[in-house]
């Protein structure tokens, strides 16, 4: 199995400051015939399901506002929320849907500081 | 729109069963498959497997295998959890989620609590 290890497990960010999720795959998720990463970002506000941010590491999903964006390939990957909004407070998972079970990071739970 | 609706909460004792559907509206149901998801109170994200939508073969995480069961119909595009045997940890939220690019639609949540 894949392990996905997210860090921090959570923060505090200032509004309008920058926040960066890390997470790290046990292998790679780069699928070499498409070049492409295998690996979502969700976010979880209490009482809600999931909501896909980010697919492909990088693409974001409809709808979703530009100050999220995903980087990086292979094993190591980051979600960067580039000027946090009260609205953003929330756990972040990141997953990786390379091969079963398709499984999650453990969360990072972001807060204002 | 797309919808995934699940049914409502269970109360079930230690080594009843228990199933949960999941109906989609939308889309055409056998284009996507259908994942299922867990979460205990308070943890993370636990993925349980998938099922194939065009064929009903089902793919379960290990440690589940032999208590689960993914079932569909597809004349009503309702997806189906089943657990046996239940135990006090197997409470939790229980979410389907439409498979592709990314898990882009969710359920509501089922939360099944299960306690003596």
């Known amino acids: 199995d894949i392990v996905m290890t997210q860090s921090p497990d959570s923060l505090a960010v200032s509004l309008g400051e920058r926040a960066t999720i890390n997470c790290k795959s046990s292998?790679?998720?780069?699928?070499?015939?498409?070049?492409?990463?295998?690996l979502a970002w969700y976010q979880q506000r209490p009482g809600q399901p999931p909501n896909l941010l980010i697919y492909w590491a990088s693409t974001r999903e409809s709808g979703v506002p530009d100050r999220f964006s995903g980087s990086g390939s292979g094993t190591d990957f980051t979600l960067t929320i580039s000027t946090l909004q009260a609205e953003d407070v929330a756990v972040y998972y990141c997953q990786q849907y390379f091969s079963t079970p398709e499984t999650f990071g453990q969360g990072t739970k972001v807060e204002i500081k | 729109q797309v919808q995934l609706v699940q049914s409502g909460s269970e109360l079930k004792k230690p080594g009843a069963s228990v199933k949960v559907s999941c109906k989609a509206s939308?889309?055409?149901?056998?284009?996507?498959?259908m994942n299922w998801v867990r979460q205990a109170p308070g943890q993370g994200l636990e993925w349980m497997g998938w099922i194939n939508t065009n064929t009903g073969d089902p793919t379960y995480a290990q440690g589940f295998t032999g208590r689960l069961a993914f079932s569909l119909d597809t004349s009503v595009s309702t997806a189906y959890l089943q657990i046996s045997s239940l135990k006090a940890e197997d409470t939790a939220v229980y979410y389907c989620?439409?498979?592709?690019?990314?898990?882009?639609?969710w359920g509501q949540g089922t939360l099944v609590t299960v306690s003596s």
């Open positions: 292998q790679s998720v780069l699928y070499s015939s498409n070049n492409k990463n295998y």
């Open positions: 939308g889309y055409t149901f056998t284009s996507y498959a």
């Open positions: 989620a439409r498979g592709g690019d990314g898990y882009n639609y």
